[in-house]
């Protein structure tokens, strides 16, 4: 599949005039089999900076939803205003309540509209807990194995259970595996299932041990000192010709993974084209 990427949300943006950046995430992918949304952002941005970049959002044949986050997810009434009926691929815990406790606050971060609210306006939902292929070569993963020891994801992200709150384990978070004539080329969400387990996981399900390209946000800058360590070293050892990092990497892993990666790293903000 050959395919181009370009970055509508993100937390940050350099040089276009009159684009907007926030805190989220989107893809918008134009492959050989047709057009598809990968998040939407908060949905402060996601309309503006397509207008900006002359990018029609009708077009596209499905939006893929990572996991449930607002920072994800709320543009997507805004996009659906746009889209009309559209297929949503997605995981069946898209609507559950979840939260951020820090510094003693706790902030409701979940998809900000009801499930029928979306459907009047147009959602198909598609839900998937295991690995599914959208159109071929184009796949999302579903539910990733959690094997590694270290990735133990961020301790203040919750749910609230009879027990009070307790970590939320994001089984929802997926990412999307495409893979092409250069290799697999892999968009993260915010990788709450730890990036080492999605790397193995889509490798193991493609059979493909070269990565092209691996771009999104790898949720570093929230979990412990040891895991973005190990998770680092372990990522050194696969066979990536690109890595591009963005959202909620941090800015200190940011310049580790720099250090590390050195030619083959680049930041993934808004405006950012890939192509494979």
């Excluded at 839900?127 to 590694?148: C, D, H, M």
Aim: net charge negative; hydrophobic share 40%.
């Amino acid at each position: 599949m050959k395919l181009k990427a370009t970055v509508l949300c993100e937390n940050y943006v350099t040089s276009n005039v009159g684009v907007i950046a926030e805190h989220g995430w989107s893809i918008f992918l134009e492959t050989n089999h047709g057009n598809f949304l990968f998040d939407t952002g908060q949905g402060k941005a996601i309309i503006n900076n397509a207008r900006i970049f002359k990018i029609n959002l009708s077009t596209i044949k499905g939006i893929i939803l990572s996991h449930h986050h607002y920072d994800h997810t709320g543009g997507l009434l805004d996009v659906l205003s746009v889209t009309g009926p559209v297929d949503v691929y997605t995981h069946p815990e898209l609507f559950k309540e979840s939260f951020s406790i820090r510094n003693k606050k706790v902030i409701h971060i979940g998809l900000p509209f009801s499930r029928s609210v979306l459907e009047n306006r147009g959602a198909r939902f598609h839900f998937n807990t295991a690995w599914q292929e959208i159109v071929p070569g184009l796949s999302l993963t579903g539910e990733v194995p959690r094997k590694t020891s270290f990735e133990k994801g961020d301790k203040d992200l919750v749910i609230n259970t009879d027990n009070g709150f307790e970590q939320d384990p994001i089984m929802d978070d997926q990412s999307l595996v495409i893979e092409t004539e250069k290799g697999l080329f892999i968009i993260l969400g915010c990788a709450h299932a730890g990036i080492i387990n999605i790397i193995n996981y889509a490798i193991e399900r493609t059979g493909q041990n070269h990565i092209h390209t691996i771009i999104g946000g790898t949720h570093l800058g929230a979990v412990s000192e040891e895991q973005q360590e190990k998770s680092i070293k372990a990522l050194k050892e696969f066979d990536i010709d690109r890595i591009g990092v963005s959202h909620c990497t941090g800015l200190k892993p940011s310049m580790r993974l720099a250090q590390e990666f050195g030619e083959m790293f680049f930041f993934c903000n808004v405006g950012t084209v890939i192509e494979s």
